[in-house]
């Protein structure tokens, strides 16, 4: 005879609360209601699919097709909550300085006077230029390889990216490197970026802490590809920066492309945001090639890293216009998707709102404007080119710490930490408290 079943038993599977008690009965308030805001005043619904062909000697090719409405018409921008119109300008400013100077150096190559490749982040300055004109002048934040604007933003010149991929003595990093691989940590809060994708998710998440351990609540702000946010070192660092409520700012650069996968073979959940679900973040989705709708959620997420309240995920969604770099001339990509874009410029639909919508800036003010970008980036293409290479001799110096040349003091106050209890060395593994 069988034991006669209580109804009270508790399913082996689950309704068990974080703290390890389980719910006697399922009410409303135990739903789960995540959302994810989305800013986007379109929604594209392009897919790309993989096709194989055989050529005329039967060996197999992979081919990739594009399927949607490819003639939907090109949104507005959304007007921003935050921006007057002298930032809008200045922004508009910035995303054309970016892409002239992209442009200059496209040109530097051709005629070999780069050392390595070049990268670009055509399609994507709006990104670049607005997130890194949301920080304030205290905040920290990490550039990527086509984030070649937000150092513009912060201060950087055009010339110094361009002595730094020509390997110039006068270059940041003085001729030691060829690509955009130089930071400031003295004046303009920069770390370098990584080219190990992921690995400045963890290092500006250290940043956050190191200076709340001084006493203040820091944003910083980084990025990382859609094809990038898939390792595991991305997860290990919004993880520790969601626990240790650090005013991290990640922009998931979602361009569409890692090199020659397209997304749709990167990952399976419908926006890259929802991942902030499981990590217990806010996320939130903009149009990327709209600056705007790109400056308000870096701006609501600065502020909220400035209350303390931990990081923000932002899924900026846009198109990688261009190859992975110089070399690649991206012939995997189908046309009447780049065309798709093409119509999405972000610096043609900025112009297009400050000008004709807005009407802040009248036609003749646009071409002074545009006219004054070209000949700063002429005066700065000329610094570059007549910057003198580095000595042989020079090359023996800087590679190992010299005397005082790497002094890290505290930046903002001396570090408080509790330390546990009991004197003498550390007892236990949770000596130090981070909180
Ligand atoms: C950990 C790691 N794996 C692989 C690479 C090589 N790699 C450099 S860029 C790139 C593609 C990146 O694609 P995505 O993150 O989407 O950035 P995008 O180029 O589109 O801006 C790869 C695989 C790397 N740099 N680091
Ligand atoms: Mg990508």
Redesign the pocket.
């Known amino acids: 005879m069988g034991a006669k079943k209580t109804k009270s038993k508790q399913s082996s599977n689950g309704n068990r609360s974080r703290n390890g008690a389980f719910r006697s009965k399922l009410n409303t308030t135990d739903r789960r209601a995540y959302s994810i805001p989305d800013l986007r005043l379109e929604h594209p619904d392009l897919t790309v699919r993989q096709a194989i062909e055989k050529d005329k000697d039967g060996a197999e090719h992979v081919r990739y097709e594009v399927e949607g409405n490819l003639n939907a018409p090109v949104p507005p921008i959304r007007d921003s909550k935050y921006l007057d119109k002298k930032q809008c300008i200045e922004i508009y400013r910035y995303m054309l300085l970016n892409r002239k100077m992209e442009v200059a150096l496209e040109n530097l190559y051709k005629q070999g006077k780069v050392v390595g490749g070049v990268y670009f982040g055509l399609g994507q300055e709006a990104c670049s230029c607005a997130s890194a004109y949301a920080l304030d002048q205290d905040d920290w934040f990490a550039p990527?390889?086509?984030n070649q604007g937000s150092p513009l933003v912060r201060g950087f010149r055009a010339s110094d990216t361009m002595m730094q991929y020509m390997a110039k003595a006068d270059s940041p990093t003085r001729g030691r490197d060829g690509t955009s691989h130089f930071g400031d940590i003295e004046k303009r809060n920069m770390v370098s970026p990584i080219?190990?994708?992921?690995?400045l998710i963890p290092v500006l998440s250290g940043v956050a802490l190191g200076a709340r351990l001084q006493g203040r609540n820091l944003a910083v702000m980084t990025y990382?590809?859609?094809?990038?946010?898939s390792?595991g070192?991305t997860y290990e660092g919004i993880n520790f920066a969601a626990v240790q409520n650090l005013g991290l700012v990640l922009f998931i650069?979602s361009?569409l492309?890692?090199?020659s996968?397209p997304s749709e073979m990167?990952y399976r959940c419908k926006d890259l945001a929802e991942r902030a679900i499981g990590y217990g973040i806010p996320g939130v989705i903009v149009d990327g090639t709209d600056a705007c709708q790109v400056y308000d959620a870096a701006r609501d997420a600065v502020e909220r890293a400035h209350r303390g309240e931990g990081p923000t995920l932002i899924e900026a969604k846009m198109m990688?216009m261009k190859g992975?770099a110089i070399h690649d001339a991206a012939a995997y990509v189908p046309k009447p998707m780049l065309d798709f874009w093409k119509k999405r410029d972000p610096i043609a639909r900025f112009e297009n709102y400050l000008v004709k919508e807005k009407k802040w800036l009248i036609p003749k003010e646009n071409a002074e404007l545009i006219a004054e970008v070209e000949r700063i980036i002429e005066e700065e293409r000329e610094i570059a080119v007549t910057s003198p290479m580095p000595t042989p001799e020079s090359a023996e110096g800087g590679v190992f710490c010299e005397d005082g040349c790497h002094e890290i003091k505290p930046k903002y106050g001396v570090p408080k930490v509790k330390r546990g209890t009991g004197s003498g060395p550390k007892q236990t593994e949770a000596a130090v408290h981070l909180r």
């Not at 080219?195 to 690995?199: E, F, N, P, T």
């Not at 990382?224 to 946010?229: A, L, N, P, S, W």
């Open positions: 990527m390889i086509r080219s190990m994708l992921g690995d990382i590809g859609d094809g990038g946010q390792t070192v650069e361009n492309w890692a090199y996968t990167q990688r992975h």
